[in-house]
């Protein structure tokens, strides 16, 4: 069974809200998680890092201020998108990393925001 | 930093046929390499992986073989069938912070 829970599936918002997603480590500390964008038809791009209980690690080119990651436990990593506007409409996907373990890791089912 | 091409980009085979996937990647030091299905609107799934101290790895229809002097791993399904339809990325890994690069992709497409 899934190893990592990614909610919502699928999510709509506004231009100009802020949309939360959530990845939830499922049976296991997750000491690290990483979060990916990835537009139609392209690959996975690695947005940060998200290491629990210290600040994230972003990617080149990605706003730190508009992407609010937060991993305060474990288990759960967020991924906050914030003022969101049509450009950010793309499939989120998270993966975790198992304490004390490296490879492989374990991703999530995504989740598809789209701004209207 | 890493990079990783993949190719063919589209690949569509008849069921039964095999179907051979190539990644090259530019960093010596990778010495992890999976490769992942992703089915719509879905998140990866890994279907094998490689480490740098192996030449091969089978299991069951899938297969990957890794070149270390030459940079370039292969996925290999034989036997092929319409479930199998799906992207497929590959991707090379280095250390073990957990960060890796992914090709590209490859969408394959099973005809029945």
């Known amino acids: 069974g899934a190893v990592v829970s990614q909610h919502p599936s699928w999510v709509i918002c506004k231009s100009g809200t802020s949309v939360k997603i959530e990845c939830r480590s499922l049976d296991f500390q997750a000491t690290t998680m990483f979060w990916y964008r990835q537009f139609p038809k392209q690959s996975l791009m690695l947005m940060a890092t998200s290491n629990e209980g210290s600040k994230a690690t972003y990617e080149q080119g990605v706003e730190k201020d508009k992407f609010l990651i937060n991993h305060a436990s474990l288990t759960l990593s967020t991924l906050t998108v914030t003022s969101a506007h049509p450009e950010d409409s793309s499939f989120y996907i998270c993966?975790?990393?198992?304490?004390?373990?490296?490879?492989?890791?374990?991703f999530g089912n995504g989740t598809r925001l789209t701004v209207t | 930093g890493e990079n990783v091409e993949q190719h063919p980009s589209t690949l569509s085979v008849q069921e039964g046929d095999s179907a051979v996937i190539k990644c090259t990647y530019s960093d010596s030091a990778s010495n992890y390499f999976p490769w992942y299905k992703q089915e719509l609107g879905k998140g990866p799934q890994l279907i094998i992986d490689?480490?740098?101290?192996?030449g091969e790895k089978k299991d069951q229809r899938i297969a990957v073989t890794l070149n270390k002097t030459a940079k370039h791993f292969s996925l290999h399904i034989t036997e092929t069938q319409p479930e199998d339809s799906a992207v497929y990325f590959c991707?090379?890994?280095?250390?073990?912070?957990?960060?890796?690069?992914f090709g590209d992709g490859t969408t394959l497409t099973v005809k029945p």
């Open positions: 490689i480490r740098s101290n192996v």
């Open positions: 993966s975790a990393k198992f304490r004390g373990i490296t490879w492989p890791l374990h």
């Open positions: 991707a090379a890994s280095i250390g073990d912070a957990g960060k890796s690069t």
